[in-house]
Every structure is written in C-alpha cells, then in structure tokens.
C-alpha cells in the first residue's frame, strides 16, 4: 500500500455486501482505517443510495479514495459518477485498476461482487492504492470530463 494512505472509503449494496467485509478486514490487517459507509446486511437496498453517499464524503474529503461494490459494478458507479469530481473506474483485473490511476486519476474504485473472485478484488485494491496519478496530458484530458 501507498505509505500515506492510513484510511479508506467503502460501499456496498446487497449485491457487494459479502465482498465489502472481505475487502474491509483485508485493509483493516494492513493497518488502513476503513470507514464503512453501508449496506449493513445482505437485506436488499438501492445501489445509487450507496453511490452517492460515497460521492458526497469523497467530496468532502472524508478520504482521498473510495470502493464501491454492487453486484456488476456499473450501477454504483454511475450514481457515483453523476457528482462534479468524482472519477469512479469500474475494474475487473489488475491493468485497469492500475491504468485508471495513472491516466483518469480515478478517486473510487468500483468492483462487481456478482463479476470477480475475492482474490481477483483484493489485487485489484492493491493495484488502485499503490499506483500514482501521471499528470501531465492525463491531466489536461480529465480538465476536459
Ligand atoms: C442488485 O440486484 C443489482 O442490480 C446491483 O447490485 C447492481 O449489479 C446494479 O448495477
């Protein structure tokens, strides 16, 4: 993990729930703070609630980084990705999860429970948090979004 990163944002809906507590005592025994912003059980919810309660605490700046897990990944994250500064990157392997930093400087990373292994989710955490942000046309790209 990067040094600096002591603690971390994560959601979940029903779908992401199960994956949400792997991932969260898989930080919690690397020393990072886990805030846990829901669901609290598999009972079924609505996935945008938990996208957007993510975007807003990213927003301000409860932690530089967020996960969010439903069961494919893509509803969360649109609902996430509908709030001004909020780069949510659905990844399913390690090069997207370490691509999306380094070009989109992606602030939450989004994961399908229904989609990848336990294993396959922890590395691509591991992928998001260690990675840094290029800069330079990457960012004059995300001036654009
Ligand atoms: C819930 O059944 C499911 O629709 C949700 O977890 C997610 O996959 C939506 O995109």
Known sequence: MRLDIKKILIAADHGGYGL???????????????????????????????????????????????IVICGTGIGISIAANRHQGIRAALCHDVTTAKLTRQHNDANILALGARIIGKNVAFDCVDAFLNTEFEGGRHQTRINKI
């Open 20 to 66: 949400k507590s792997d991932i969260s005592q898989y930080l919690s025994n690397k020393g990072i703070e886990v805030i846990d912003l829901g669901c609290n059980s598999s009972d079924s919810v609505d996935y945008p609630d938990y996208g957007h309660k993510m975007a807003e605490a990213i927003n301000v700046n409860q932690a530089e980084f967020g």
